[in-house]
């Protein structure tokens, strides 16, 4: 069974740092391109980077270019996010997603949640 | 960046009632667009991919079409566990954009 479980989010002040992991278990991980998609508190989903199984190609959405890192560790099954500078309408649930057929994603995390606030 | 644009954003409909949600895109995806279930405080649902392939373990009753700019996601007849939020997704190009939600509430 695919899981993916999100860790790392809390409160942090406006221009702080933070670094979310997922964990993934029940999947050859180092095969699958992953995702981490954002929700604002009562907003839409937002897709925020995706990085291939080899770590070849990473994309980010231009809200958080040059402030997020995007990275991998296929021997320990991980996935992270390390977020700089951070802002107060980077506030949301992260979520770690499996990119599936046609670059769905398929099997999602049940979400960490960040707040930047002071 | 491709806009996708949802309608209605929020409907109410009857048990057993036949629904459908519309989604456009701001310019062709071919048939790069998928369609994901929320639920309040749970994470989104991978419901159908490629327009039309239903994601394995979704019920039969939902199904999906379109391609170029304009799609549908049609639930045939609606379940008390169907009551949520529905967004489409283009994944023809980076950045990956979706649209902003359909809410079916309950009538």
């Known amino acids: 069974e695919v899981q993916l479980v999100e860790s790392g989010g809390g409160l942090v002040k406006p221009g702080g740092s933070l670094r979310l992991s997922c964990a993934a278990s029940g999947f050859t991980f180092s095969s699958y391109s992953m995702n981490w998609v954002r929700q604002a508190p009562g907003k839409g989903l937002e897709w925020v980077s995706s990085?291939?199984?080899?770590?070849?190609?990473?994309y980010y959405a231009d809200s958080v270019k040059g402030r997020f890192t995007i990275s991998r560790d296929n021997a320990k099954n991980s996935l992270y996010l390390q977020m700089n500078s951070l802002r107060a309408e980077d506030t949301a649930v992260y979520y770690c997603?499996?990119?599936?057929?046609?670059?769905?994603?398929?099997?999602w995390g049940r979400g960490t949640l960040v707040t930047v606030s002071s | 960046d491709i806009q996708m644009t949802q309608s209605p954003s929020s409907l109410s409909a009857s048990v057993g009632d036949r629904v459908t949600i519309t989604c456009r895109a701001s310019q062709t995806i071919s048939s790069y667009l998928n369609w994901y279930q929320q639920k309040p405080g749970k994470a989104p649902k991978l419901l159908i991919y490629a327009a039309s392939s239903l994601q394995s373990g979704v019920p039969s009753g939902f199904s999906g079409s379109g391609s170029g700019t304009d799609f549908t996601l049609t639930i045939s007849s609606l379940q008390p566990e169907d009551f949520a939020t529905y967004y489409c997704q283009q994944s023809y190009s980076t950045p990956w954009t979706f649209g902003q939600g359909t809410k079916v509430e309950i009538k």
């Open positions: 997603a499996t990119v599936g057929a046609r670059d769905s994603s398929d099997f």
């Open positions: 990085i291939s199984g080899s770590s070849n190609y990473i």
